[in-house]
């Protein structure tokens, strides 16, 4: 693993770190307990020093509304309604003055350009200046005697708290005047306005009997100032949690307080407190994070070919934290909700179940300080997920997404039911459980939905599902080769054939085999004649050409049918098969050609580029090629010469050194040839002449 990758990891590591500080822990400099209602415990937590239980904030706002609710209601005496109502009757009456000779509808019509809403009827005292006197007169003494006893409006108690100054009295409501009693005793001062009174009662009884705004706050304040905000105390060395036990809210109202004494009392991590947890944290990370990067580099190799192959990897590790973050630390969540198998299923189908598991195991020890190094939900996530992965490389169900989020549903539940069968959890515990692992699973389904088959095309992944598309034999490819190389299309198929029982032998990809052969020889559509199994004549074409220049026409089909592949964007292991299925072999037939007619001509221009078959499933198509060539070559008359032709093939091509790269054993090729043996037997192998019948009937 070079720098390069090097780069990627530390690049990572301080992500990932920088979240942690940002929303775990660097937001305070003081210890930070996360422990949640219901869960249990992991260790004693003992008192540091005395502190104070604070109340929980609804406690106190609901103490505080109802010693709000218990106050009594201050009221003071105004004078400013008793001045409007004098002002009010001087306006009305400087009308009336102005014209004292007119009749009462005319002095209705000047009172009500004035804004008073007045008839003549209400206004029949009014015919002459000596009876406006008097009324006047009567009227502003009765108002001032009504305001006197104070007037009131709204009051529903039977007695309110009066201040005069800032002496408080508490008077019965019934010392006062409401608005229809003051308006009654103004009447009966003044009879004979009557109806003046009634129309203009708005205008002249107005309550000065007030709620004192400005005093009923600071009252409110002090008596809330007054409620304790806290409900006992913790003394030092109290333990305030013990171990294994289930964390009530009064805990959680303790470990609050025990955060605000420490911001109260500013006690805060020295630098190079802080200085070692982020060093110990980024080396944590970056461990975990080399362990998975160079198992995914080293392992499989064959999964990636590009440093930034090695982005999503980390990408994964920077998601899943992502989620960890939103579900712990913004939304407060229970942890069961984190898609865990996301990223621990995409990369077991994109790479491979054994990555799988250990990805799986390094994104749980990268999240873990994120829900507050915990161990159920790890548990769990685990345990699901690799039962998950073990039931689909066990049914092959690596594209069968509905598939896949039953099996991990269902691990998921015998987990749960599992630990809290263990944990005795009550049944509620169990169904909440159960519950928050279908939404998990869920959201891990549609993430893999939308990022497996992204990267399956971004970095041409022979997945079983791009290989089942490829065995259609309306694939282009195949359709132009079954149209236009038809014996090298019938070859192909027999190869097939071959591969996949071979494959099915020794343990490898069976799928990728059969479509590895079928794809082999693809680049002979570019110039089909000059194939024997095309052209009986294609003799006639190479007796023209020198035999340089025939066997660089026969390699080159490997060439062009890589050309081809990538055109028709064929994943990379079908290309890596077609390219090394002659390795780096002499075409012999040209090579001995040119030295019998004594060409000085190099061994390089006879011998395929290769590289050597690198994988199983490349050797198998070798071995079936040449095999199923030879087969058809000679003349079979028994078993026997099959199982000869497979043997000198096999030994030809370990005296080559073909199959030394390749990871094959003498017990894969042993099996190779049993497996070999039934199919080419039942092709090639005359049939046996049925007996003539001499019976004359």
Not at 443 to 452: A, C, D, E, F, H
Not at 477 to 482: D, E, F
Request: aromatic content about 10%; proline content about 4%.
């Amino acid at each position: 693993m070079n720098s390069k990758y090097l780069w990627i990891i530390i690049l990572t590591a301080f992500i990932i770190v920088g979240l942690y500080h940002v929303f775990a822990v660097g937001r305070f400099n003081y210890p930070e307990f996360r422990l949640k209602e219901g869960q249990v415990s992991e260790t004693e937590l003992i008192a540091p020093f005395d502190f104070p239980i604070l109340k929980n904030p609804q406690t106190l706002n609901r103490e505080r509304e109802q010693s709000i609710e218990q106050l009594q209601t201050p009221y003071r005496i105004s004078d400013e309604p008793l001045f409007a109502a004098l002002t009010a009757l001087d306006r009305l009456w400087a009308v009336f003055y102005a014209k004292p000779e007119q009749g009462p509808g005319a002095k209705a019509a000047d009172a009500a350009k004035a804004g008073f809403g007045l008839d003549a009827e209400a206004l029949a005292f009014a015919t002459t200046a000596e009876a406006l006197n008097q009324s006047y007169e009567k009227l502003r003494e009765g108002l001032q005697e009504v305001y006197a006893k104070g007037i009131y409006s709204g009051v529903s108690t039977d007695s309110i708290t009066v201040y005069q100054g800032d002496t408080p009295g508490i008077r019965p409501i019934s010392a006062y005047l409401s608005v229809n009693q003051a308006a009654m005793e103004l009447i009966a001062k003044v009879p004979e306005t009557e109806k003046l009174i009634n129309s203009l009662t708005d205008s002249f009884i107005i309550p000065n009997i007030v709620i004192d705004e400005a005093l009923y706050t600071e009252l409110s304040q002090r008596t809330i100032s007054q409620i304790p905000e806290t409900e006992g105390i913790v003394l030092q060395n109290e333990v305030i949690i013990r171990k294994n036990a289930r964390v009530t809210q009064a805990d959680i109202e303790k470990l609050e307080s025990l955060s605000a004494a420490f911001r109260n009392r500013n006690l805060q991590k020295s630098p190079m407190q802080q200085m070692l947890l982020a060093l110990g944290m980024l080396i944590y990370t970056f461990l975990t994070l080399l362990l998975a990067n160079h198992y995914y580099g080293v392992f499989h190799q064959e999964a990636r070919h590009h440093v930034a192959d090695f982005l999503p990897v980390n990408l994964g590790f920077i998601i899943l934290v992502i989620f960890g973050i939103l579900t712990n630390h913004v939304f407060a969540l229970n942890s069961m909700l984190i898609p865990f198998a996301l990223i621990v299923i995409t990369a077991a189908i994109l790479v491979g179940t054994d990555f799988g598991v250990l990805y799986g195991i390094c994104a749980m020890l990268v999240l873990n300080p994120f829900i507050n190094w915990e161990t159920y939900s790890p548990i769990i996530f685990i345990l699901s997920t690799s039962m998950t992965l073990l039931l689909i490389k066990r049914q092959r169900a690596h594209h069968e997404f509905l598939s896949i989020w039953f099996y991990l549903l269902i691990s998921i539940t015998v987990v749960s039911v599992a630990i809290s069968i263990y944990k005795s959890d009550p049944i509620a515990v169990v169904f909440r459980n159960i519950g928050f692992g279908m939404i998990s699973s869920a959201i891990s389904i549609i993430g893999v939905l939308i990022i497996v088959p992204y990267y399956e095309r971004r970095w041409n992944r022979a997945t079983k599902q791009t290989l089942l598309e490829l065995l259609d034999f309306n694939h282009p490819l195949l359709k132009q080769l079954a149209t236009t190389a038809v014996g090298t299309y019938h070859h192909s198929l027999i190869v097939g054939n071959l591969a996949e029982r071979a494959a099915e032998a020794i343990g490898a990809n069976p799928l990728l085999a059969r479509v590895g052969s079928y794809y082999h020889d693809i680049g002979k559509i570019v110039n089909t004649e000059a194939f024997t199994e095309n052209n009986e004549n294609s003799g006639e074409i190479h007796d023209a050409r020198a035999p340089e220049d025939s066997a660089k026409i026969i390699k080159n089909h490997v060439l062009e049918g890589i050309a081809l592949a990538k055109k028709y964007k064929i994943p990379q292991p079908v290309i890596d098969i077609l390219m090394q299925h002659h390795g780096n072999s002499v075409i012999r037939y040209f090579y001995d050609k040119a030295e019998k007619l004594n060409l000085d001509a190099p061994l390089q221009a006879f011998q395929y580029g290769g590289p050597r078959p690198q994988s199983k499933e490349a050797a198998l198509v070798m071995l079936a090629d040449i095999v199923e060539s030879t087969t058809k070559a000679k003349d079979i008359r028994s078993e026997d010469d099959i199982r000869k032709i497979i043997e000198d093939t096999i030994s030809r091509l370990i005296r080559e050194g073909q199959f030394d790269e390749a990871p094959i054993t003498m017990k894969d090729l042993f099996a190779i040839k049993e497996s070999m043996m039934p199919v080419l037997g039942s092709i090639y192998r005359k049939r046996l002449d049925y007996p003539e019948d001499h019976d004359k009937r």
